[in-house]
């Protein structure tokens, strides 16, 4: 029984995949933002050009 319990102390796969979801949860995160920004500038450019061409 100690053996099982220091071998689950040691073992780190699962603090591993924790720490890469939470790493991809930040870059959706900051994707999203990112995205959410520079795609209402990217509108409006492309609405001045419309309006120029009309």
């Given amino acids: 029984m100690k053996s ?3 071998r689950f ?3 780190e796969d699962g603090a ?5 979801a ?6 959706s995160v900051v994707a999203i ?3 959410g920004s520079v795609g ?3 509108d409006d450019a492309f609405q001045s ?3 120029a061409m009309s």
């Fill in 4 to 6: 099982l319990i220091t």
């Fill in 9 to 11: 102390l040691k073992e």
């Fill in 16 to 20: 591993t995949m924790v720490e890469y």
């Fill in 22 to 27: 939470i790493l991809v949860a930040l870059i």
């Fill in 33 to 35: 933002v990112v995205i």
């Fill in 40 to 42: 209402g500038k990217v």
């Fill in 49 to 51: 050009v419309d309006d």
